[in-house]
């Protein structure tokens, strides 16, 4: 991999291993579904002029519609219940349940029988995943948080079929189309919530998180993850899903001081091996892109 390559791999584990924490922090004080509108409103303003000056705007009106429902399952609904989830959940419990996602993945192509059969290593790979996830919930398992938990597992799913619409129908529209058009729908649709739900004032901690979340974390984000698909290819470039949940469970640990617990020590290697395994394939494919998109939860059009 080249130096530049290696800086974008960098940049990408820190951006997307950081939001657990910083949501942790902003939901102390702000309400989740405000948090949302300040995540994606900023973004979208930041990456529509972009998709102006580029004349791809009748791209975003031919296909607002999936590009509302992948917005809806990818940021709206996750994205609150994730902050909501973060109130009574340490972020690194809450980034390692996430971490299985690519599990669900799997599971979605499976089930939508988008492929040929799947290798018995991806079998194995599903269930040390699983096992890893049963050792965090039974594990780290408190009075009452067993909602949050299954709340995460919703998180989950959305994310699992966010990229199935992107694959099938949005796999034309360029990422950062999709991106401006997603953000926008998904900050209209929580202006009324935010409008009862605003805070009588923002902490300087407060917004500086939800700036960056807004403008790092997700149009920053997507920018960034395109140039390091362009530089070392999709199928190098997933390994940061697992990079940067690393990142989260050290900051969470490190920056807000929550426990190194025993259902992270034993799940969290049973989590990423498996996520590893099930998303793995013998040989590179079109299929294998596919599928290394869908875990990485964005299309990349190179």
């Not at 399952?73 to 419990?93: C, D, K, N, Q, V």
């Not at 290394?292 to 299309?299: E, S």
Request: charged share 10%; hydrophobic share 55%; net charge positive.
């Amino acid at each position: 991999m080249t130096r530049r390559g290696w800086l974008l791999f960098s940049a990408m584990s820190v951006i997307w291993g950081i939001p657990y924490l910083l949501i942790r922090v902003a939901v102390r004080h702000l309400d989740p579904g405000v948090l949302v509108l300040g995540r994606t409103a900023p973004a979208a303003v930041l990456l529509l002029p972009l998709v102006f000056w580029r004349g791809q705007l009748h791209l975003l009106r031919r296909n607002a519609l999936w590009i509302a429902a992948f917005g809806a399952l990818e940021f709206g609904i996750p994205w609150y219940l994730m902050a909501s989830a973060e109130r009574h959940l340490t972020s690194s419990l809450t980034s390692l349940l996430i971490c299985a996602v690519p599990l669900f993945s799997v599971i979605g192509q499976r089930v939508r029988r988008t492929e040929g059969p799947i290798a018995a290593r991806r079998y194995a790979g599903l269930l040390v995943g699983a096992m890893g996830v049963a050792l965090l919930v039974g594990l780290d398992l408190r009075g009452g948080s067993i909602t949050w938990i299954g709340l995460l597992m919703v998180v989950c799913l959305g994310y699992s079929i966010g990229p199935i619409i992107l694959a099938t129908k949005l796999a034309h529209v360029p990422t950062p189309v999709v991106v401006a058009g997603a953000t926008s729908f998904v900050a209209i649709c929580w202006i009324p919530w935010s409008v009862l739900h605003w805070p009588k004032g923002f902490s300087g901690e407060t917004l500086s998180c939800v700036a960056v979340l807004s403008v790092v974390c997700t149009a920053g984000a997507f920018l960034v993850f395109f140039e390091l698909v362009k530089e070392i290819g999709s199928t190098r470039s997933v390994v940061v899903t697992y990079v940067n949940t690393a990142i989260a469970v050290v900051l969470g640990i490190v920056g807000l001081g929550e426990p190194f617990t025993v259902g992270i020590a034993l799940g969290f290697p049973l989590v990423i091996i498996g996520s590893v395994f099930a998303t793995s394939s013998a040989r590179a494919s079109a299929s294998l892109n596919a599928e290394v998109g869908a875990d990485a939860n964005i299309i990349i059009h190179e």
